[in-house]
């Protein structure tokens, strides 16, 4: 077991380093905290110590304070769980300390990490260290003086762009800036950092307070613009998220005030931002993706994952293009398959288009971009693939086509090779009915666009393999995404789950409501758009076939809108011909367009479900919840079915897949925080309004009952029939 604690050491040169353990990424838990004051107290008293030097064991500095520190607040409400560091700690014992204190940074300072370095007199980074303030990313602002330090040591601007952002930067960037004194390679680091310490108490190098600067601020009215500027910007990007209005307030106090009482008020709204429900679900999401991570039976059974150099895909439309380009960026060689050169050709400009999109979105430099595409070869049958280590088939959802390919790739790869598909819709039992290698056969379900989307639905049979599964988790974090491992049912665990969210608003629709406002309420939610902008750019060719497989499987939860037919019919094909729910024109935003509404109209006639022939009359909330309960009804469904490890992976996969806003904390933690009961109780009196599409489930009936959470894991007394 690797120490956890801080530790002193006073080297013969009379310089005291001091240094943080508590691995992987030296969290400043509360006994960390405990123990840096009390080694700081040691070495400033010691008559034999000059001059300190913090730093980090591992290779990093530290990545911040405890968050589990938050989730305990979030469980007690207990906001004396909070220490006081910033005055206590940064204040009074470092930055006022009586010897010069200088930061060692490696790896990454982080939060809290970047606060505590930046209480020190220098600091001295390893290269490429990153250096942020991520905590806007957690509902809160930073809390021990990083809004007052940071402006101080990097300028007005880039402070705020590195706070409201979250957007780290690197210690070369660090060092132009002013952040970083120095930098000095990882094994002289310490000798620079003690020398750097020694020569400020000698007063050969100078001995900086940075609370007490003021050149980088500017004057009042600069600041002031710039702030205002700022705020006008979070207005629009951070919609419903008090933090970041919160942060530019406190920042803007210490301009005004002076540095210290910049701390003091960053305190008392630090404390106040712990306990917001903004701060509970970013929170809740930063340890549910990272429970991703952990599948019983597969990540603790002591599997190693295998190297996967090679990866080769099958039909180059926009999936298969999407996903080769989501591999070449992270260095896989790709053999991309096609059926005829001229297919080929098509696939392989998709790819360039990608990977050139993100150069000149600034996103990739020229050279990786040259990079990435030496690493994709195009090939027209299967001579490749016999040393491929993972095939992903990405052709059209056709069972009898799919089922020769996999037959056929059985034969053309290696015994090791895993045999993926990325079907978002099929039985993968039906898939490798024909191989003998079903333990190899798995879902690799990418979501469009696959190189930007960040979730991977890892869907496994009951018959695929421990190895296989690590194997493509494995692959899918390499290439920077977040893999949730599923069960293996119609639409898996994210389309399933999903599905209602469509069909609910297509109901709505029906009953008489209107679209575009249906669209503003769940715009104001947080969703990036509404369901029916979102089908505009889907495309409505994906929600008939899908709509078509849900009805299939859950004839007694669907609704057959007659809506999307009659639109393809009147020529509009969303934003593909510029003609849907909206208008859309090169170079401007999509309008809402009036003519739909007699199409609308017609369907609404067709699916005659409005009571008395009259539109409903029901408010935003109303809608909201008619939309977004029968989503918390499948997920209930899909949890009692045990094709998700746990509840969390579920608000993972709405986040992440369905752009459910990330700060109310994913689909299940919402329907927690309003509650089961209401949850329970709106659905049964729909149902009995308007039919079994709303009808709660069992799942939720029984918890709603019993007073308990639905992601509460389930006891003796409510099994759940887990698969995974
Ligand atoms: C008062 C202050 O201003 C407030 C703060 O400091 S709030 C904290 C600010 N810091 C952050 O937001 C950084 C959060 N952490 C990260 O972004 C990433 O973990 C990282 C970049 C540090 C490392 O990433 P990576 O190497 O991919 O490892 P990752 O899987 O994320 O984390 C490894 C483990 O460390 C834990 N961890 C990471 N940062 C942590 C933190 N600040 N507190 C507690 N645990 C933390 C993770 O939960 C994970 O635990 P697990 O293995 O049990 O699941």
């Not at 204190?101 to 790896?107: K, L």
């Not at 780290?168 to 310490?197: C, F, H, N, Y």
């Not at 109303?622 to 939309?627: R, T």
């Not at 993972?652 to 369905?658: H, N, R």
Request: with cysteine; glycine share 8%; aromatic share 6%.
């Amino acid at each position: 077991m690797a120490e956890i604690g801080v530790t002193l050491v006073v080297g013969n040169d009379g310089v005291a380093v001091i240094t943080i353990s508590n691995p992987p990424v030296n969290a400043l838990a509360i006994p960390i905290i405990a123990g840096l004051k009390q080694k700081f107290e040691e070495a400033t008293a010691r008559s034999d110590v000059k001059a300190i030097v913090v730093t980090g064991k591992g290779g990093r500095f530290s990545g911040g304070f405890d968050i589990n520190v938050f989730e305990r607040v979030h469980k007690t409400g207990d906001i004396s769980l909070l220490p006081d560091v910033s005055v206590d700690l940064l204040i009074n014992i470092i930055e006022d300390c009586k010897k010069p204190v200088v930061a060692a940074v490696e790896g990454l300072a982080l939060g809290g990490g970047l606060e505590l370095a930046m209480g020190c007199h220098a600091r001295i980074a390893a290269p490429k260290t990153q250096l942020g303030q991520p905590e806007l990313t957690l509902g809160v602002i930073p809390g021990f003086g990083g809004t007052q330090h940071l402006p101080r040591l990097v300028g007005l601007s880039k402070a705020i762009e590195m706070m409201l952002l979250s957007k780290p930067i690197m210690s070369e960037e660090g060092k132009k800036l002013g952040l970083i004194d120095d930098i000095a390679s990882s094994q002289d680091l310490l000798t620079v950092s003690r020398l750097w310490a020694l020569e400020i108490a000698e007063r050969r190098k100078p001995w900086v307070c940075s609370l007490h600067k003021t050149d980088k601020i500017g004057s009042l009215s600069e600041a002031r613009k710039v702030l205002r500027t700022a705020r006008e910007q979070a207005k629009k990007t951070a919609q419903n998220m008090p933090q970041h209005q919160a942060c530019l307030n406190v920042i803007e106090e210490g301009i005004v005030h002076g540095g210290y009482s910049g701390v003091l008020e960053e305190a008392r709204v630090f404390k106040e931002l712990v306990l917001s429900e903004t701060s509970r679900g970013l929170v809740h999401v930063f340890f549910a993706q990272r429970a991703t991570s952990k599948v019983p039976n597969v990540t603790d059974i002591g599997l190693k994952p295998r190297h996967m150099k090679k990866v080769a895909i099958i039909g180059g439309g926009l999936m298969g293009s999407g996903i080769a380009t989501a591999l070449i960026l992270s260095n896989i060689y790709v053999f991309l398959k096609e059926i005829n050169s001229e297919y080929l050709l098509k696939a392989i400009k998709a790819v360039e288009g990608n990977v050139r999109g993100l150069v000149s979105r600034g996103k990739l430099t020229k050279d990786k971009a040259e990079k990435a595409l030496s690493m994709l070869r195009g090939v027209l049958d299967y001579s490749e693939f016999k040393d491929v280590d993972m095939v992903i088939e990405a052709v059209i959802e056709n069972i009898p086509l799919k089922q020769k390919i996999f037959s056929e790739i059985e034969k053309a790869c290696p015994a090791h090779c895993i045999l993926a598909t990325n079907t978002s819709t099929i039985d993968l039992n039906l898939l490798g009915e024909k191989t003998n290698s079903q333990d190899r056969i798995i879902g690799a379900h990418f979501f469009s666009p696959a190189h930007v989307m960040p979730l991977l639905e890892i869907v496994r049979t009951e018959k695929t393999s421990p190895q296989a599964i690590l194997d493509l988790m494995t692959i899918g974090k390499t290439i920077k995404k977040v893999p949730v491992v599923v069960g293996n049912c119609t639409g898996f665990a994210v389309n399933r789950t999903f599905f209602p969210y469509t069909q609910g608003s297509h109901i709505l629709v029906n009953l008489g409501v209107d679209v575009f406002r249906i669209d503003r309420i769940i715009s104001n939610f947080g969703f990036p758009m509404g369901p029916f902008q979102l089908q505009d750019l889907t495309g409505y060719g994906i929600a008939l076939a899908a709509g078509k497989e849900i009805a299939n499987a859950f004839p007694d939860r669907t609704f057959k809108s007659p809506l999307v037919e009659l639109l393809v019919k009147n020529g509009r094909n969303g934003k593909n011909n510029g003609k849907g729910y909206y208008i859309y024109e090169r170079g401007s935003k999509p309008k809402p367009d009036p003519s739909v509404l007699s199409i609308i109209e017609e369907s609404r006639r067709f699916a005659n479900i409005m009571p008395g022939g009259k539109p409903v009359s029901v408010t935003d909330k109303e809608i909201l919840e008619m939309i977004l309960f029968p989503v918390v009804n499948e997920a209930c469904r899909v949890l009692e079915e045990g094709m998700v490890v746990r509840a969390s992976d579920l608000d993972i996969a709405s986040v992440l897949g369905m752009s459910f806003p990330s700060y109310r904390g994913g689909i299940l933690f919402w329907a927690d925080v309003i509650g089961p009961k209401h949850v329970f109780t709106s659905l049964k009196r729909w149902s009995e309004m308007y039919g079994s599409f709303f009808k709660p489930s069992r799942y939720l009936e029984e918890r709603a009952m019993k007073g308990i959470l639905l992601s509460e894991p389930a006891s003796s007394s409510l099994k759940s029939r887990s698969k995974l």
